[in-house]
């Protein structure tokens, strides 16, 4: 059978990939989600014209010639503090004492900060009667204007933006209690194999391997990724080689999740049962030019997309990188890139397979160079030492050796 390439394949998911429905949400239960409306601010940021610094509101024209030795005298007629909703009159040679934060008198042009007059911070609980100003900046000093970080009426976030906690900081300062986000898209993991233990389970002997037994990486690997791509995970299952429950298990999570990754027996041999049982129910297995990763099963069961990864842990984190979190991206509704990715100076040589894109875990040395994040190279058992890497090298088919000072695109990866 014929390698069809990444970007093909890549292209054939996307074609199924549809942003999930929008819903309207509490703004906190919208974080880690992604705007699916812009938000317009309804009112300015910051709201109203306030004071930036402990100290006293004036009309810079009395105060524009004080100095250190010629010193202002003003009479404090009023007094402040953030949060009041107090605007005492200023008459010429008047002042009102002003804490930071809060409204600006409506007569006042200026704020001289405690420390520019002879009192200086020693601050009491009722204002002095009369200070000396000392010195004075400008007209509009130290006056924080409405409107100047955000105008009401314009963009405070453009749909697709995807809400962490800055985001939804600046939502709250708006006064924004709720958002319409795309809906998080629901996964379900299926590891299959009669050789796989669970490293949680409670039970000591079932923890014990014997022989040809191992520890199941994958439904942790494959639902934290989902998580961390900010999926939710609606459940975990392990199925064993004789293919009895499988196709029960896969068709009652399609019913429920938005994506449905299965890991393992995908590939030819007699026991693939992923690959026997799923290939006349709407998923396609084709050989895709890359490694890890080369045999790959997708398609569409109900309303689900079904992706069915090969069992070599590092080659389901290769294909879950490769074609899984794009589609997780697009139906979230993010409108970026399908990759967080950087381009890298290469540091140390190594081999590529000819005709099929590597995807080389690799590490930083510093900011713009990477190596192999260790010795295996891509070898695609070595789970042991996926921790290690920050990215994954995307290696051109066509190359068949990374020479030091090559560029590469690295996609990234969180530790
Ligand atoms: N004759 C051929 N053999 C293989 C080919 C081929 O073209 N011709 N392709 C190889 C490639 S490439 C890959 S990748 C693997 C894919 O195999 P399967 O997807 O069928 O996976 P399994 O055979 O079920 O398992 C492979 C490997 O991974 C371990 N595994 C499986 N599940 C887990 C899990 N949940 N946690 C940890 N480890 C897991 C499993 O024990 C095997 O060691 O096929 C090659 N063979
Ligand atoms: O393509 Mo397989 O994923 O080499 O190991």
Redesign the pocket.
Known sequence: MNLIPLETHLAQVLAKVTPREQLRVPLLEAHGCVLAAPVIARASLPGFDNSGMDGYAVRFADVQNASEAAPVRLRVVGDVPAGSSADPALAPGTCARVMTGAPIPSDADAVVPLEATTLGTAVTETAAETIDVTSAKGPGAHIRRAGEDIAEGTELLPAGTELGARAIATLAAGGVGEVEVVRRPRVAVI???D??LDPTAADVAALTPARGQ?Y????PLMGLLANEAGAEIIGVFRTDDSGEHLLEVVEAACERADVVIT???????AF?VVRLRLSDRGVNFTKVAMQ?G??QGFGQIGNALVFCL????V?AMASFEAFVRPALRRMRGELGPTHDSRMAVVGEEWRTPAGRAQLMPVRWTDGDTIVPAHSGGSG??M?GRIARADGLAVVPADCELVRVGDQLEVWEMLR
């Not at 890991?263 to 041999?269: I, K, L, P, W």
């Open positions: 590891a299959t194999g050789e796989l191992l199941d990486s994958n439904t890991t393992g027996g995908v590939s030819v041999g693939d890890p080369k045999p090969p069992g070599n842990p080659s695609s058992h789970v």
